[in-house]
């Protein structure tokens, strides 16, 4: 995945807990977002950081938390407040000259 | 709000047949187009790209046309292959620095 690596790939959330997706790179690039896919839709827009100790909500925010304290690292936290977090998700960087380079993704079920 | 959109939710094609994936644009100050391919369970990886100032962009077997006029984006595949199997999404830059994507459209290879 040119250097950007998500974990798990596959995560199960019971009713009322936190989770956190990790997404770490190692290309030393500024800007990294988070998109969560549902099936048979486009990527919507979580959050996005360009610079590390500042981030910004995206179109769905709401029920999902953030933080950048490194360069390297841009944790999503799936909160009890998100009624719905079944989902794909999905960490890009941007390149700065091909768009995104994406994460494999981490598929979130809620069990 | 701005969206990016596909005409076509899904298309068969025969193999070595060419393939043409169309997108609707409606943010007439996006400058910056890209085409991603997305297999299952896996990220969306860059194909092409394009820049508002072109009309037309060429890379191995495949082409993607701009008509800003008409705010259109196509992709064209030639000799689809059965590999090419996937869902293609258009993206537009957004206004945050981000990127905005259509639902996409699954392209599927008959042998």
């Known amino acids: 995945d040119g250097g950007i690596t998500q974990s798990p790939k596959y995560l199960f959330r019971k009713e009322g807990q936190n989770v956190t997706l990790s997404c770490e790179q190692n290309l030393n690039h500024d800007a990294m977002y988070w998109y969560r896919q549902d099936p048979g839709q486009g990527l919507r827009l979580i959050y996005y950081s360009q610079i590390v100790n500042d981030f910004q909500k995206g179109d769905i925010a709401e029920g999902y938390s953030v933080s950048r304290e490194k360069k390297e690292s841009f944790p999503l936290t799936v909160t009890s407040a998100q009624k719905n977090p079944t989902a794909f998700y999905l960490c890009?960087?941007?390149?700065?000259?091909?768009?995104?380079?994406f994460g494999s993704g981490t598929r979130l079920t809620v069990v | 709000g701005e969206s990016v959109g596909l005409h076509l939710p899904t298309l068969s094609v025969q193999e070595g047949d060419n393939s043409i994936i169309n997108c609707a644009y409606s943010?007439?100050?996006?400058?910056?187009f890209i085409w991603y391919k997305q297999e299952s369970g896996k990220g969306p990886q860059f194909i092409i790209d394009?820049?508002?100032?072109?009309d037309k962009r060429q890379g191995q077997r495949v082409t993607v046309l701009l008509n800003k006029t008409v705010k259109h984006l196509s992709l064209q595949i030639a000799a689809t292959q059965p590999g090419d199997s996937a869902v293609y999404f258009c993206?537009?830059?957004?206004?945050?620095?981000?990127?905005?994507f259509g639902a996409g459209t699954r392209l599927t290879v008959k042998p």
């Open positions: 890009a960087i941007a390149t700065g000259t091909h768009g995104y380079t």
């Open positions: 394009i820049r508002s100032n072109m």
């Open positions: 993206a537009e830059n957004g206004n945050n620095n981000d990127m905005r």
């Open positions: 943010n007439s100050a996006s400058d910056y």
